[in-house]
């Protein structure tokens, strides 16, 4: 009797392992991308009077630069969850944009976020060139380091 009650021990210990191993495969990805600035950093700018230079050296390199003439700088910062196959799913993001004007001082900073209501679609594709529209150069390059280009025995 005393055997067969530590053999039903075991089988349970053992399917609660099992179980809480598959509950937390299913627990997700957490991926942050981007970059924001520090709060404290972004409030040291100043309508008016800071430059895009001064701008730049205490927020950092902006993730888009658009303009030269009226220059606007662009920071976003996105957190997705992914579980299994599923779509990933936006947590949070955030997107910090500085416009200035022709003298390179600031004229506008505008913040955004997914409560905001406003739309904004970070594109992540990427474009994949077919190995018949490659280069011959480009198609002989991309196969080195990948076992492609082989000496004969």
């Known amino acids: 009797m005393l055997i067969n ?6 089988q349970k210990i053992l399917l609660l392992t099992v179980t809480f191993f598959f509950l937390s495969t299913c627990s997700g990805i ?17 309508v008016n009077v800071t430059k895009s230079s001064t701008a730049k050296s205490i927020l950092g ?10 220059p606007i700088f662009i920071y976003s910062s996105q957190i997705t969850d992914r579980v299994l196959f599923f779509e990933p799913k936006v947590i ?10 022709k003298k390179k001082k600031l004229k506008k900073l505008d913040k955004f976020n997914l ?18 529209e490659m280069s011959l150069l480009a198609s002989i390059f991309s196969n080195v380091g990948i076992g492609g280009v082989r000496v004969p025995d």
């Not at 009650?5 to 075991?10: A, E, H, L, S, W």
């Not at 957490?30 to 100043?46: E, H």
């Open 5 to 10: 009650n530590f053999k039903m021990f075991k």
């Open 30 to 46: 957490k991926s942050n991308n981007g970059y924001m600035p520090v709060k404290a950093n972004v409030d040291q700018l100043k």
């Open 115 to 132: 409560d905001d209501g406003k739309y904004i679609d970070l594109n992540m594709g990427t474009t994949k060139l077919k190995e018949k």
């Open 92 to 101: 949070s993001r955030d997107v910090l944009v500085l416009y200035f004007n």
């Open 61 to 70: 390199e902006p993730a888009l630069i658009l303009g030269k003439r009226e």
